[in-house]
């Protein structure tokens, strides 16, 4: 957590250091910027206007908390707002910490739940605004948040959250396995459930079938999949995507940024699955520098995570062969392996770390394809979804 603490006032100015000394004893990893802006302390307040202020820093941390009246932090943020999917936290606390307001990103950027720990540390109330949360909804796009989903589309996910306040039950289709007590205003679709876990037991089953498709019909739904045909389910389907692909990627040397984002690109429009799932590429350790893999994953952000032949050829199950490739690397294939690999291995890891025990062919989608020289495979890591 990177956090910018604004205090316009002497007051307020000594109620910033306790909260600080609180966070840091809770959070001691938390950076906690402190800022003044207050003619009393002239030696520590910004000669800048606040504006300015926080205009730099407003696209740098996770949350601005702004200890004086509402109205200067509105004005304050006001010229930097973005957009809801980016825009950081921002609380007010008043400066005798008795109220702690969240005003903007409430949900995605996680104000809410930061004005509530806030609140803990500090003794003071929180003020939940939110109408979702007043009204103990179902909200999607704090679901999607604590998930670790792609949130496609803002306004959809608007529309859902004012249909569930007016009392409708939205239906929800997933690919993964979903645990927990389905929310009101939700019904998943039986057929949802992505294997035997993610299945509700026969009485809860028995309630959701109770979602009445004469009345929510195939109009509008959420669809929690990683396939782009996820996006047909419904006349207006809000699809929020795990990032839960691993690309597994082997090449020649001096193969070209172009033909692996090319090769990738089809490999993933052929297995129908969405550009936004993939969450890492992964090789053998001979292409830990390969320029054109390098380049392409840092222009797609994805992590590259490579293996020694050795850990490469202790995965488990049916992988093709390839001899020429043998020869080469040591190990008889490399898209698959590594992808299988990666797939389940703990997030981050590289050789080190426990495996879960499923067999990593298990995790393919998609086998070796081979595009213009490049060879590309597809598996996805073992992910689920709570409410």
């Not at 003044?36 to 030696?43: F, G, I, S, Y």
């Not at 009345?215 to 047909?232: D, N």
């Not at 998609?366 to 060879?375: F, H, I, P, Q, S």
Request: with cysteine; net charge negative; aromatic share 4%.
């Amino acid at each position: 957590m990177r956090a910018l603490l604004i205090a316009c006032s002497l007051a307020a100015y000594g109620r910033m250091l306790e909260l600080k000394a609180k966070w840091e004893k809770e959070e001691p990893e938390a950076e906690l910027i402190c800022k003044v802006k207050c003619r009393a302390l002239p030696e520590l307040s910004e000669e800048r206007s606040l504006q300015e202020c926080v205009g730099e820093w407003f696209s740098r941390v996770d949350a601005v908390v702004f200890l004086c009246a509402a109205g200067i932090a509105v004005r304050s943020i006001a010229p930097w707002i973005a957009h809801k999917g980016a825009d950081p936290a921002v609380i007010v606390m008043d400066e005798t910490l008795e109220y702690c307001i969240p005003v903007l990103s409430g949900h995605w950027g996680g104000a809410n739940a930061l004005a509530e720990r806030l609140a803990r540390m500090t003794g003071a109330i929180p003020v939940i605004t939110t109408a979702t949360d007043r009204e103990k909804k179902f909200a999607v796009d704090l679901f999607a948040k604590q998930n670790g989903l792609l949130l496609t589309d803002w306004k959809l996910a608007k529309k859902i959250s004012a249909r569930i306040l007016e009392g409708e039950r939205i239906p929800l289709y997933c690919r993964l396995p979903l645990a927990g007590e389905t929310p009101e205003g939700l019904c998943v679709m039986e057929e949802a459930c992505g294997s035997a876990p993610a299945c509700r037991d026969e009485g809860q089953r028995k309630a959701e079938s109770l979602c009445d498709t004469e009345k929510t019909g195939r109009k509008l739904g959420i669809a929690v999949s990683c396939c782009v045909s996820a996006q047909h389910l419904f006349e207006e389907t809000l699809q929020l995507i795990p990032r839960a692909v691993v690309v597994g990627i082997g090449c020649k040397k001096g193969t070209s940024a172009e033909k692996i984002e090319a090769a990738v690109t089809r490999c993933l429009e052929e297995a129908d699955l969405c550009q936004e799932a993939l969450c890492a590429a992964a090789s053998i350790d001979l292409k830990r520098e390969e320029a054109g893999l390098v380049s392409w994953c840092e222009k797609k952000g994805l992590p590259l995570l490579t293996y020694s032949a050795e850990v490469l050829g202790q995965a488990e199950g049916d992988f093709s062969q390839s001899s020429f490739v043998e020869s080469v690397t040591g190990v008889s294939n490399v898209c698959e392996r590594s992808a299988a690999v990666a797939a389940q291995m703990p997030d981050g890891g590289d050789d080190s770390g426990a495996r879960d025990t499923a067999l990593c062919a298990d995790r393919l989608l998609c086998r070796k394809k081979a595009y213009d020289g490049v060879t590309v495979a597809l598996a996805q890591k073992k992910v689920s979804v709570k409410f």
